[in-house]
């Protein structure tokens, strides 16, 4: 929600915009956590409006409440995001 709250800011031409999480919990590791934003913005969009989309998706990272809390509690979170036309 932190990303599509960054997104709709910016005033992006966003198109579509899908999430995939996974998790995962081990010994070596500890509890893991990956998220695969895909955004994907109008045929029309500039360049800046991509970058922007890429800042936004380590911004979201950052400015997550309720995934520092979890990287408080050692949970290692990931992002993989991916923006697309």
Known sequence: MTLVAM???RNLPVAG?????EASNSKEEGFKIIHYPHIILSTDATEDQIQS???AILAADKGCSVGNMLKKA???IDIEGKVSI
Do not use: I, K, Y
């Not at 915009?17 to 999480?21: A, H, L, N, Q, V």
């Open 74 to 76: 050692d949970v290692q």
């Open 53 to 55: 989309a890429n800042r």
């Open 7 to 9: 997104l709709e800011t």
């Open 17 to 21: 915009f899908t999430m995939d999480s």
